[in-house]
């Protein structure tokens, strides 16, 4: 019912900045949680930021809080990520995903994006 799709990853130096965005299409998601899941090579995929769709609420995981930033566009049904200061440890495939909850959790998401990468070169 909803399609998602990432686009803006690629290629930045350590401190550099990148924004990506997750534009969604279909069903409506007035009544969804979005947020933005990360994952490296090796590593489980964790949720870095999200934010409800009606009700406000933000949310960024510990390593990101003061260098990402979530925002939305209603009016596009799109959702950014901009990232500010990246650490060669944000090198990853970065994900959208949508879901009825909150907070959100990668294993209850009911859609997902196909993802887009992120490295961030020392």
């Known amino acids: 019912q909803v399609q998602l799709v990432e686009s803006g990853g690629g290629l930045v130096q350590a401190g550099g900045s990148l924004r990506v965005s997750c534009a969604a299409s279909g069903r409506t998601l007035s009544s969804y949680s979005m947020g933005w899941f990360r994952q490296a090579p090796g590593k489980e995929r964790e949720l870095v930021s999200a934010?409800?769709?009606?009700?406000?609420?933000?949310y960024y995981e510990d390593s990101v809080k003061g260098r990402f930033t979530i925002s939305r566009d209603n009016a596009k049904n799109t959702v950014y990520l901009q990232m500010n200061s990246l650490k060669p440890e944000d090198t990853a495939v970065y994900y959208c995903?949508?879901?009825?909850?909150?907070?959100?959790?990668?294993?209850?998401?009911?859609?997902w994006g196909k993802g887009t990468l992120v490295t961030v070169s020392s």
């Open positions: 995903a949508v879901g009825r909850h909150w907070p959100p959790r990668f294993y209850a998401m009911d859609y």
């Open positions: 934010l409800n769709w009606s009700g406000g609420s933000l």
